[in-house]
């Protein structure tokens, strides 16, 4: 019996798969709710219609993968699902992020410093060997902190 039908078959409300957002490869949620903290499952860079932002091809066809614009289309996914919660990205307090390549990221840093600065969350970031997709660069995965029925624009840190 899987988790979601121990009590009674519907799954629970606060695992939540958006609309309008590219849906999940596996049977996993957008975002968790637990509590005061939303976990957001690990997010790329794929859209709705399941192309993905930074994978183009030249005019031979070979693929043009671009850290800096999959970076931000995850963050800005992110954000979204966050939002959907409640909540935004200056709520959250932790990211792990996965490259395929190291060499990527100082592009996925200078992106990643738009959007959280050293007050920012902790994070974490290792390389992997490949992600669900071989377009992919980029996965990142985040915890945010938000307490139920919270109003305005979460305080930030000094």
Known sequence: MRADEA???AARADSVVIAGKARPRGTFPHFRRAGDFIFVSGTSARRADDSIAGAERD????PLLDIRAQ???VLENIRDILASAGASLADV?????YLVSMA???GYNEVYS??????????TTVAVAQLPH????IEIKAIAYRPAGA?????RAP
């Open 93 to 97: 307090v932790e990211v792990s992020a």
């Open 151 to 155: 109003t305005g624009e979460a305080p």
């Open 7 to 9: 009590g009674g078959g």
């Open 134 to 137: 071989p377009q992919l660069l």
């Open 104 to 106: 990527d990221f100082n």
């Open 71 to 73: 970076t931000r289309a």
């Open 114 to 123: 738009e959007f959280f600065g050293y007050q920012g969350p902790a994070r």
């Open 59 to 62: 005019a031979s066809g070979a």
